[in-house]
Nanobody
C-alpha cells in the first residue's frame, strides 16, 4: 500500500521555523509532482507549495512566498517544506500530496494521493 507520511509539525512562536518532511513508500513517487497543502480551522484545504518531479520547478501560495521553501530528495524518497518567519495565520494541518496523473503545477493541479497530515500551530 502506497503511503505518504508527514512529520515535523508542532508548536512554534511567531517568527519561528519548522521543517516538515514527507516520506513516500514507493519509489514511483519520485516521478510525481508533489505538494504541501494546508487546512486551517474552518477553512478549505489549500495548496501552499508544489514541486515538480525533478525539483526544478516550484510554486507557492502568495502569502508564503519568500518564507516557505519546498524541496525534495528523490534518493531518500522525501519531500520537505522549510517554513521560516511563521505567522499565526500559518496555523493548520499540513498535508503532503502527490499528483500521479501529471496534471501539472498550477491552479488546476489535481492531488490524488494524500498523507494523514501534521499539525502546525503558531502562537505566542
Amino acid at each position: 500500500q502506497v503511503q505518504l507520511v508527514e512529520s515535523g509539525g508542532g508548536w512554534v512562536q511567531p517568527g519561528g521555523s519548522l521543517r516538515l518532511s514527507c516520506t513516500f513508500s514507493d519509489q514511483v513517487f519520485s516521478k510525481y509532482n508533489m505538494g504541501w497543502l494546508r487546512q486551517a480551522p474552518g477553512k478549505e484545504r489549500e495548496t501552499v507549495a508544489g514541486i515538480n518531479w525533478t525539483g526544478g520547478k516550484t510554486l507557492y501560495k502568495e502569502s508564503v512566498q519568500g518564507r516557505f521553501t519546498i524541496f525534495r530528495n528523490n534518493n531518500q524518497n522525501t519531500v520537505y517544506l522549510q517554513m521560516n518567519n511563521l505567522k499565526p495565520e500559518d496555523t493548520g494541518v499540513y498535508f503532503c500530496a502527490a499528483d500521479s496523473q501529471g496534471t501539472g503545477l498550477g491552479p488546476g493541479v489535481t492531488w490524488d494521493y494524500w498523507g494523514q497530515g501534521t499539525q502546525v500551530t503558531v502562537s505566542s
